[in-house]
């Protein structure tokens, strides 16, 4: 694992409410006794930046990755995790890594090393959404929003480049938008900047 990441440092953060697990079941034979099925379903994630995708409601399973783009050979049994912008997260149990795929734009990219990692950036960008207070001067609070950006994205690839390895990936655009108050809710600057 890459970041440190505990069921009990979350549900601190943000309740055990807002945990969202996948259950053994969800995922396929090949998958199941992955670190990152198991973080998966142990740890889990945050909703709001991130949505875990919900397994079949028939099959109790997660979609595999032929199932909902023209995927490579190589990646049509990955199970198919979640959904970042307009990216399915896929994860790769033979190295653990976690891929984005675009049908839109047709691409494919490595977006995490680990689950551990993609676990740590959406916790850090959901708990930035909402301990975040706009107290006064727009402009200086729009900066100090940006500071704060930056510093998770030099955090983040300190430990993983991948997330943040350049400017369109799927995280550094929810970094940017997060940046101008796109993804804020409520009555908050960031919210009516929208």
Do not use: C, Y
């Not at 979609?63 to 997260?89: F, M, R, S």
């Not at 959901?126 to 510093?151: H, K, N, P, S, W």
Request: net charge negative; aromatic share 8%; charged share 25%.
């Amino acid at each position: 694992m890459l970041f440190d990441v505990t069921r009990g440092e979350l549900a601190d953060i943000f309740g055990e409410d807002r945990l969202v697990t996948l259950p053994a079941t969800a995922f396929p034979p090949s998958a199941v006794d992955t670190e990152g099925a198991r973080l998966l379903q142990t740890v889990g994630v945050p909703t709001g930046t991130f949505w875990l995708r919900e397994p079949d409601e028939n099959s109790g399973r997660l979609p595999v990755l032929q199932d909902v783009v023209d995927a490579p050979v190589d990646a049509a049994e990955w199970p198919v995790i979640g959904w970042l912008l307009n990216a399915h997260l896929a994860l790769d149990p033979s190295t653990g890594k976690v891929h984005a795929f675009d049908p839109d734009d047709e691409t494919a990219e490595e977006l995490h090393t680990d689950v551990s990692s993609l676990i740590g950036v959406t916790s850090r960008f959901q708990r930035l959404l909402e301990e975040f207070t706009f107290t006064g001067d727009e402009e200086a609070e729009f900066e100090r929003l940006e500071d704060e950006v930056t510093r998770i994205r030099q955090e983040t690839s300190s430990i993983d480049p991948l997330p943040f390895r350049h400017d369109e990936t799927a995280w550094s655009i929810v970094g940017d938008e997060i940046a101008m108050g796109q993804r804020f809710t409520g009555n908050s600057p960031g919210a009516r900047s929208r």
